[in-house]
């Protein structure tokens, strides 16, 4: 049983790194434009606020994109976590493959991660909470939540015969450490205004 969990780690996190970094790269590179323009809603508060810009989306895309590209090149060459094979993104389960199903995936992850995150801001903004105030549970798993749900929709035989059900719960259990930890790198850095 401690083999299956040291796997279901070391697969859980590799799987989701595509939707890990995005909204770390979408702080460091925003900036800009936002992605409401600006406008409000009835209620008179911002649609999703100036912390969601155009650059910082397009950022974390490209960088979440960039990252399952490197996994896949790497697995290429016969990369391994000690001895635990580690799984590639092609519906096709040949670890290596680049094909059109991988890029799908790995775009899925990273694309739902990031509006995910949107999502629960546009929900942060109607409830009255200012950027940057907490959202407990949400702000920790808002993006993991949009990352499955779009990955569902595009990759659902991809997904479901790589991510187990002990994968999964590991993954729910890890995101929220991983992401304070994150935070308070990004926040240290000058990166974020709060660590969480």
């Not at 907490?134 to 990759?155: E, H, K, N, R, W």
């Amino acid at each position: 049983m401690f083999l299956e969990i040291i796997t279901a780690i070391a697969v859980g996190l590799w799987v989701m790194l595509p939707a890990y970094l995005p909204n770390s790269f979408a702080a460091a590179f925003g900036g800009g434009k936002p992605i409401d323009g600006g406008k409000t809603m009835k209620d008179g508060r911002r649609i999703l606020g100036d912390g969601k810009t155009w650059r910082g989306f397009f950022a974390g895309v490209l960088l979440g994109f960039l990252a399952g590209a490197a996994q896949i090149f790497l697995l290429r060459y016969g990369f391994h976590f000690f001895g635990i094979s580690l799984p590639g993104f092609s519906a096709s389960g040949v670890s290596g493959a680049f094909d059109l199903s991988a890029v799908i995936a790995i775009l899925s992850l990273a694309v739902g991660a990031l509006l995910g995150d949107m999502a629960f801001s546009f929900l942060k903004r109607r409830l009255g909470l200012q950027r940057g105030r907490a959202f407990p549970v949400a702000d920790q798993y808002d993006f993991l939540i949009g990352a499955f749900l779009l990955t569902a929709i595009t990759s659902f035989g991809w997904l479901a015969a790589t991510v187990s059900w002990l994968t999964f719960i590991i993954i729910i259990i890890i995101t929220p450490v991983l992401h304070f930890g994150t935070n308070c790198v990004g926040y240290w850095l000058g990166i974020k205004n709060e660590p969480w």
